[in-house]
């Protein structure tokens, strides 16, 4: 039985307060890494939204190109809406993947997109903001699947 894994990879995030909400759901779903792309970020780092401070167990790891840093075994998965995306309903997801979510103002570039092995959508009226977009996918995984063990034992202590 292959080891459930998720890493996440940021291209190019708009804020902090984007950021920190992605490390809260990373934390709170089991992620294993997070990785980013672009300097807005950088420009102001604090991390407003983790109140969890995911950040210090989860690590957030700027990178110039996330295709160079595709965990092993990782399935490459873009997340946003563009033309050939599968919708999240209807998406089987992969024991080990890397989710790749574009900026909230902007798109996942085509280098990026013609990386990734799939391309899924959350189909809703108007678009989410990205970290709403990171907790509904990692839901969605975890309803899928049985990557929810760890927190029942959590839960028992």
Wanted: proline letters at 7%.
């Amino acid at each position: 039985m292959i080891k459930s894994y998720a890493c996440i990879g940021l291209h190019n995030p708009k804020s902090p307060e984007n950021v920190g909400s992605v490390m809260r759901a990373a934390g709170c779903y089991g992620v294993n890494s997070v990785f980013y792309t672009g300097n807005r970020y950088d420009m102001a780092k604090p991390f407003h939204t983790d109140t969890q401070k995911a950040y210090e167990q989860l690590p957030l790891v700027g990178v110039d190109d996330l295709k160079s840093i595709i965990p092993l075994g990782c399935v490459p998965v873009a997340v946003d809406l563009i033309d050939g995306a599968k919708p999240l309903p209807e998406y089987k997801h992969p024991a080990r993947a890397f989710y790749i979510f574009g900026p909230e103002d902007g798109t996942l570039q085509k280098d990026i997109v013609r990386f990734c092995s799939d391309s899924i959508y959350v189909p809703t009226i108007g678009c989410m903001n990205l970290a709403a977009t990171v907790n509904v996918v990692l839901y969605d995984r975890l309803a899928k699947g049985d990557n929810f063990s760890h927190h029942q034992d959590e839960l028992r202590v």
